[in-house]
């Protein structure tokens, strides 16, 4: 059963963000992104998500917690999915466009560590990779 009454809006400095289903399983949101926007980098001990890129492309910076050097950047296109297992560090990034993507996750809601905001920093799509294809 959705815990919601209504759907929850948030609105960030990058974006916003729609919850619009809880339960005791699982919660949906949708993300959009600004172009020329960053979101934190994140990382959840034990939430773990699934997330579709809608409209886009994304640029998502992704690797494990225990070592800053494995983190890569993969630009991720309309379509394109990702599974964000927990223990591992996250971004999203809009580059030129705005971005929109659903997540679905565990409904682990007070699980998001913030380890850097760094405001709003010059982005370009240098240093990028494609995903590998899985």
Known sequence: MNKLKSNLFVKREWGSEIIWALTDNYMAKTV??????????????EREKSIIVVKGPLFLVYGPLASDTLTKTYKLSEGWS?????????????????????????????????????????????????????
């Open 82 to 134: 990702w599974y964000i297992e927990p223990g591992h560090v996250y971004r999203y990034i809009a580059i030129d466009d705005p971005v929109l993507l659903i997540e679905v996750s565990s409904p682990e809601l007070d699980d998001g560590h913030i380890l850097v905001d760094e405001g709003s920093l010059e982005i370009t799509e240098a240093d990028f990779i494609e995903p590998p294809i899985r």
């Open 32 to 45: 959009e992104l600004a172009p020329s926007s960053r979101s934190n980098l994140i990382f959840h001990q």
